[in-house]
Structures are given as C-alpha cells and as structure tokens.
Antibody, heavy 116, light 108 residues
C-alpha cells in the first residue's frame, strides 16, 4: 500500500525556518521524481519544488527560489524541504507527491503557519 | 510560463447530471494535461493523465478529452461523492508545473 506521510509543519514567526519531511512506502522511492506542492487556506494548488530520482535535477517555483531547499535520502525513503526566511504568504498546507509529469500519489499534507 | 484557466467556477449541478468542466492552456500543451479531484480537508486525487487516460481505480463515469489548448473533464452521471473541486495541471513545459484555479462542483 502506498503511503506518503508528511511531518514538520507548525507555527513559525516571519523570518523563521522550518524543515518538512515526507516518509514514503509502497513504491520504489529511489526510482521516483518527487515534488512539494502547497495550498494556501481557501486557495488553489501551487507547485513548489521537485527533485529527480537521485537528486541531480532540482527546480523551484520563483516564489520560493533562494529560500527553500529540497533534498532526499533514498536510503531512508525520505524527502525533505528546508524552508528559510519564511513569509506570511508561505502559510499553506504542504503536500509531498510522486511526480510522473502528473502527481499520482500524494501525502495527507502538513500545515505551515507563518505568523507573529 | 504556461498559464491555465478553468471554467465555469463554481458549477452547480444535481445528482445524475452530465457535467463538463473546461480547461484552457495559454499555449499548446499537446496532450500533457492532467486532472485532479479534491474534497475539503483532503489531499488531491489523480483522476486523469495525458488528457484522456483514466487513473487506476477511478470510476468510468469520469472521462477527459482535448489536445493543444482546450481540454474537457466530463462526469457522465454526477454522484453524491463527486461534489468536490477539480483542478487541471499541465506537464508539457516544466518547471513550473502549473495548475488551473480549480472548479468547484456544488449541489444545485
């Protein structure tokens, strides 16, 4: 059974940092491109970042470039998102998803709230 | 970047109705168009990829069509569990992977 479980969300002050994790099981993680996608409260979906199967190809949305860093540990079947210099507009539910061009498997999401 | 638009939003319909949701890309994306369903408080679920390929386990009342810039998601007979928000997403020129703004299907 496929499972993606995000963790690490919470309340953080503007300018602060947070690290999200996504633990994967049920498919061959080391063969899979992975992405982070977010959804601000009451808003639509926004792709944030993706990473190739062995981490050689990485890309970011312009809105997070230079502040967020995606990484993966294939030995632990784990995906991470280091978020620095957080802003109020980064407040969202963050999902990890397997990326096949489309996003076929999604986690349940973790809420990040940036507020003073 | 490729921009995606959707119409209508919201969409009011009744159980048993045939429902059509449109998605348009700002430039040709061939058939690299994907559809998702999202219910309140839940993660999105993949419905259709490659414009018309049904994801495993998705009921056959869902279908997708189109190519180039204009695409359609059709629900042949709306069921109570289909009331949700539907998003299209292009995967032709990435990054970024861009989503449409969503179409909320509401009870009439």
């Amino acid at each position: 059974q496929v499972q993606l479980v995000e963790s690490g969300g919470g309340l953080v002050k503007p300018g602060g940092s947070l690290r999200l994790s996504c633990a994967v099981s049920g498919f061959t993680f080391s063969d899979s491109y992975m992405s982070w996608i977010r959804q601000a409260p009451g808003k639509g979906l926004e792709w944030v970042s993706h990473i190739s199967s062995i981490g050689l190809t990485i890309s970011y949305a312009d809105s997070v470039k230079g502040r967020f860093t995606i990484s993966r540990d294939n030995s632990k079947k784990s995906l991470s998102l280091q978020m620095n210099s957080l802003r109020a507009e980064d407040t969202a539910v963050y999902y990890c998803a397997r990326t096949m061009g489309f996003f076929d498997y999604w986690g349940q999401g973790t809420l990040v709230t940036v507020s003073s | 970047d490729i921009q995606m638009t959707q119409s209508p939003s919201p969409l009011s319909a009744s159980v048993g109705d045939r429902v059509t949701i449109s998605c348009r890309a700002s430039q040709s994306i061939r058939k690299y168009l994907n559809w998702y369903q999202q219910k309140p408080g839940k993660a999105p679920k993949s419905l259709i990829y490659g414009a018309s390929s049904l994801q495993s386990g998705v009921p056959s009342r869902f279908s997708g069509s189109g190519s180039g810039t204009d695409f359609t998601l059709t629900i042949s007979s709306l069921q109570p569990e289909d009331f949700a928000t539907y998003y299209c997403q292009q995967s032709y020129i990435t990054p970024p992977f861009t989503f449409g703004p969503g179409t909320k299907v509401e009870i009439k």
